[in-house]
T-cell receptor, first 114, second 111 residues
Framework: EPEVTQTPSHQVTQMGQEVILRCVPI?????FYWYRQILGQKVEFLVS????????KSEIFDDQFSVERPDGSNFTLKIRSTKLEDSAMYFC????????????FGDGTRLSIL | QKEVEQDPGPLSVPEGAIVSLNCTYS??????FMWYRQYSRKGPELLMY????GNKEDGRFTAQVDKSSKYISLFIRDSQPSDSATYLC???????????FGTGTSLTVIP
């Protein structure tokens, strides 16, 4: 069964550094998402991306964050000037359709900021 | 008011029991409803997807939506130890992409 793959599974970064999290969505999907889950808290929406632009973003997704689809298969989340509170699981998801369609998640990248 | 509320449990049941997991939501604009299963150190795995009031069945799983009460449920029949996981409810607006998740209910099925 097609799946969303994320790399790395665990990323350790010094505070203030930049980090890029990578995702390969399901191949025929057109809509891409990033979520995060701080330990013990809810899964929270960050951003959705379609047709090479952001279609929706949450209040969490400020100027520190950016997303990119650098080629036909990868989807990345860049976090600049990382802070301790950025430590979380980051999940990538994709869907074949837009509004309301089920999203399929990867296994996440655990980001630890030291 | 939280968008989606879910009892975090933990819930512990004997093998073979019927499990009932529940969520409430606050906004009538939510039109699509999902249940995800999340094993430890894994991503959410889609179990059920529905958009109408009533029941939807898939094997041992039944999703129930009551839009008038803003209440969604997941029933697991003949529960198995492999069902031990955290179950997340999620919902989204008709025109939106942002999923709103509950906190998740941790379930343990004891052999």
């Amino acid at each position: 069964e097609p799946e969303v793959t994320q790399t790395p599974s665990h990323q350790v970064t010094q505070m203030g550094q930049e980090v890029i999290l990578r995702c390969v969505p399901i191949s025929n999907h057109l809509y891409f998402y990033w979520y995060r889950q701080i330990l013990g808290q809810k899964v929270e929406f960050l951003v959705s991306f379609y047709n090479n632009e952001i279609s929706e973003k949450s209040e969490i997704f400020d100027d520190q964050f950016s997303v990119e689809r650098p080629d036909g298969s990868n989807f990345t989340l860049k976090i600049r000037s990382t802070k301790l509170e950025d430590s979380a699981m980051y999940f990538c998801a994709s869907s074949g359709g837009g509004s309301g369609q089920p999203q399929h998640f990867g296994d996440g990248t655990r980001l630890s900021i030291l | 008011q939280k968008e989606v509320e879910q009892d975090p449990g933990p819930l512990s049941v004997p093998e073979g029991a019927i499990v009932s997991l529940n969520c409430t939501y606050s906004n009538s604009a939510f039109q699509y409803f999902m249940w995800y299963r999340q094993y430890s150190r894994k991503g959410p795995e889609l179990l059920m997807y529905t958009y109408s009031s009533g029941n939807k069945e898939d094997g041992r799983f039944t999703a129930q939506v009551d839009k008038s009460s803003k209440y969604i449920s997941l029933f697991i029949r003949d529960s198995q130890p492999s069902d031990s996981a955290t179950y997340l409810c999620a919902t989204v607006r008709y025109t939106g992409n942002q999923f709103y998740f509950g906190t998740g209910t941790s379930l343990t099925v004891i052999p």
